[in-house]
């Protein structure tokens, strides 16, 4: 690989990039699992329901962020070219598919990407509300079994296979861990946006490619620091899409996360800063609360509105501090030009 | 190793093996998980609870059947002893842990192993019937993380580990499979018992066992062979021992399946022969009926007990054609009489 010094600037670069491995994902996720759901097919209908329920769901969008992330570490560590680790970047969309079922279920949420949660999917196919919960947890759990499957297909040698599925081991522990706390209300924040997205939507795809690239323990060391900002940057965006975004651009609606009882930075910011119990008072009658009043709802949204600059400052101090690391990292150009580009698509993306 | 022809029978050297083996996890699973918990605990109550409810599920007992598999086959292929894989036989309990967990919640058991099943645990620590069994589904998948990250910490090669891994992976996705078509009383019987028994409890510790000795494709194979009848004669013995069985020594009360709603092999081979409907009748009153008259559950035991024969025969038959792969295969003496003492063990067993 030659150095590249100049040249388009890194966010549009990656953004290149970025659209080239989510096409790849795109093509690929049904053509690896259409034998998975032949085969669930002869063991019988219900079986073919399931597989094909994770098929419908995890084929239908997705931002694909894990697996871009995960070919931009391992091409940036000098290892093979996302279109040689396609089995190992499907595995992430697979977790991601797995745990997104599971907790679409928890949270009691039916709509996703544009369609059916799975749970509910299934609870339309099996005929009762039981049948499409054990479904959906079902389904989860065989979602999660495709993608050690495909991990374990990835063309490496094997001692990088063995580092690359102990990051998929850590993702799915502290993933699973972060749900824990958040599902109940427990923890410090901070460390469950680090528990419940850094970890399998920035810091695990990252490592899991810098592995596949036969990365140092000392450069996972240092892409973990790099890491670390960078995904709390992530949840920050996410919970400024998630309240302030475009609905047209982020396919949700409004709000959506204050009426799904979302605790996000936003709120966090808002609690902190109240001194006289109104916004405590305001927030407890609307968070969570599908039929609250239009009024209180507005009157919510013009007081979050109020903790945006901080919450921005943050994630912009969260960015410099990615940034700061990727200075301190030996990389080629060429490798610092994708992680720079990743700061800025993650940091600054509209959807 | 020496070659042993002679000595103690097969069985009573097996059952001394699993004895050590069965000591071994029983020591060792608690000390593997402690510092786990510790973690859990400084996130916070709730992801302690979590847990704390696999720690305790999974050292209640339990008879380490697929570790002691583990181990035979490992010690068949000349691989390590026992004692230097014990990661590798964790992981089959905490996966079996998993897998409990989840069926338990969908199954709607209440008891397992003489104390709470996790959702029961949960459900009295969280406060409500959906918090637990929330609660179990996550335990679920942390246990399921557990088992991953203590297969990967087994002292072996590379390649080795990987192909253990893919193991791991297979179990998963077959025994998921199978408990889909068991749910939903789908799909043929033995095709049931294969995926959802033969697959983890007998098959898959038996070649993650070989792969960790670094066997061939071909000898994989011809364990597979021996593998596949004796699952069967597994599940067929638990079929016989959860209705006829000695409550004092299987720790479940008599006719115990029938009222747990268990499409047993028994219950299969009793409406295969019904010419009448009779039997049809009288099991669709018994099966699964909590509140069953006891009349008709004594009736429907005598009846049960006619089929009793047919299927002793079967299992007979199954563990004559281990036998039979046993003898075609290429193993050393004091293989061989391991392997044959687990023929002897699991399809004799009392408990």
Known sequence: MKEVVGGPPPSQGFRDFA???????????????????????????????????????????????????????????????????????????????????????????????????????????????RAGEIGAVLAGDLAM??????????????????????????????????????????????????????????????????????????????????AQPLGLAFQLRDDLLGTFGDPQKTGKSAAGDLQQGKRTALVHELLAADRTGEDRALVERVLGVKDAPAADVARALERLATARPRVEARLSALLDESHAHLGRMDLRAEARNILAGAISALGERER
Chains 1, 2 share one sequence.
């Open 19 to 129: 659209h080239a491995v989510k096409e790849a994902i795109d093509r690929e996720l049904p053509r690896w699992l259409a034998p998975h759901v032949a085969k669930a097919k002869e063991l019988g209908g219900t079986a073919f329901a399931v597989a094909d329920a994770i098929r419908t769901f995890t084929t239908r969008g997705g931002k694909r962020i894990r697996p871009v992330l995960m070919a931009a570490a391992c091409e940036a560590y000098g290892g093979p070219r996302a279109f040689d680790i396609l089995p190992a970047l499907l595995s992430v969309e697979l977790l991601q598919g797995y745990l997104l079922i599971h907790d679409d279920w928890m949270d009691e949420d039916e709509v996703r990407r544009g369609g059916p949660t799975v749970h509910v999917a299934l609870r339309a196919q099996f005929g009762s509300a």
């Open 145 to 226: 079994g495709y993608s050690l499957t495909a991990l374990l297909e990835t063309r490496t040698t094997p001692d990088r296979l063995a580092e690359a599925t102990r990051q998929l081991a850590r993702m799915q522990v502290e993933v699973v861990a972060g749900q824990v706390l958040d599902v109940y209300h427990d923890g410090n924040v901070e460390t469950v946006h680090d528990l419940k997205t850094t970890s399998y939507t920035v810091r695990g795809p990252l490592l899991l490619g810098a592995s596949l690239a036969g990365a140092s323990a000392s450069q996972k060391a240092e892409l973990e620091a790099f």
